[in-house]
């Protein structure tokens, strides 16, 4: 049997995660064990408890990581497009762009994670605030004019776009491919545009 590396590296803790992550992205994602996680990032289970107390653990480390990655690439985004006048329709088509190099930490957040636990779900809204926010700005740009109120349900609806257009593009469902990617990422600007009434 081959040597497994050492675990007190903190490098392991990142390699962790990213097994997990990829392992957390299948159909069968509550069926994963921390042995298999172990096994995936080339150490012992032994050496896996000593850097998280659990699998839960893993789950929401990886998902803190992927959600704040998340937040700041929209913002990044939003300030791009605010700075050059790009319509608030790409934002949603750029951040799957983004997601793409994300895939298997995107798919997790996105499509398998979701009402996993009660610490999850209080991640997911404490960064689902962020990205309302982040979103009301991108509405302002647009509609400079536009009430707190207004802007605050154009964003959340940007939001709401932003989830269901990402599962469908992570998971390429029906809709996905009966569209094929152009026409999906297409429609989705549209959809954008139509919301925030561009």
Do not use: N
């Not at 000593?50 to 929401?60: G, N, T």
């Not at 959600?67 to 608030?88: H, K, N, P, Y």
């Not at 957040?109 to 962020?130: D, K, M």
């Amino acid at each position: 049997m081959p040597r497994k590396r050492p675990a007190h590296r903190p490098s392991r803790r990142t390699a962790v995660v990213k097994s997990a992550m990829r392992l957390f992205a299948a159909p069968t994602a509550a069926a994963v064990t921390v042995a298999e996680i172990a096994e995936a990032a080339d150490m012992t289970t032994a050496a896996v408890y000593y850097h998280f107390a659990s699998k839960d653990d893993i789950l929401l480390e990886g998902l803190r990581g992927f959600g704040e990655a998340l937040v700041a690439q929209s913002r990044q985004l939003q300030q791009e497009a605010a700075a050059d006048g790009t319509s608030i329709g790409l934002l949603p088509a750029r951040l799957l762009a983004w997601l793409d190099g994300r895939r298997d930490e995107a798919t997790v957040w996105f499509v398998t994670s979701a009402g996993v636990s009660l610490v999850v779900e209080q991640l997911r809204r404490e960064l689902r605030g962020e990205l309302v926010s982040i979103l009301i700005q991108a509405a302002k740009t647009s509609r400079p004019d536009g009430g707190v109120a207004e802007l605050s349900v154009i964003a959340v609806a940007l939001l709401s776009l932003l989830e269901t257009v990402a599962a469908s593009w992570l998971t390429q469902d029906e809709s996905f491919t009966g569209l094929g990617r152009r026409k999906f990422l297409e429609e989705t600007c549209v959809l954008a545009e139509r919301i925030t009434g561009v």
